[in-house]
């Protein structure tokens, strides 16, 4: 269930390098079984990803978290 979610991750973590300690911590959290955590620490980081960041990682943030909440 969670392994395509930490396959999804990984490639953004690979994607943007700035961001690397971000998503570090929702793969760690997924890895954990910890789910809820890792959408919500993912969901804040879109948010702040909103106000002012790359416009390149706030849609695929946001693709990743759509994609896993159909789930």
Same mark, same amino acid.
């Given at each position: 269930m969670?392994?395509?979610?930490?396959?999804?991750?990984k490639?953004?973590?690979? =994607?943007y390098?700035?961001?690397?300690? #971000?998503? @570090?911590?929702?793969?760690?959290? /997924?890895?954990? $079984?910890? =789910?809820?955590?890792?959408?919500?620490? #993912?969901? @804040?980081?879109?948010?702040?990803? /909103?106000?002012? $960041?790359?416009?390149?990682?706030?849609?695929?943030?946001?693709?990743?978290?759509?994609?896993?909440?159909?789930?």
């Amino acid at each position: 269930m969670n392994e395509s979610f930490i396959e999804s991750v990984k490639k953004l973590y690979k =994607r943007y390098p700035n961001y690397r300690a #971000l998503f @570090s911590r929702v793969i760690k959290k /997924l890895e954990e $079984g910890d =789910r809820k955590g890792a959408i919500k620490t #993912l969901n @804040s980081s879109l948010g702040i990803a /909103l106000c002012g $960041g790359n416009p390149d990682i706030k849609a695929d943030i946001y693709k990743v978290l759509r994609e896993e909440q159909k789930k």
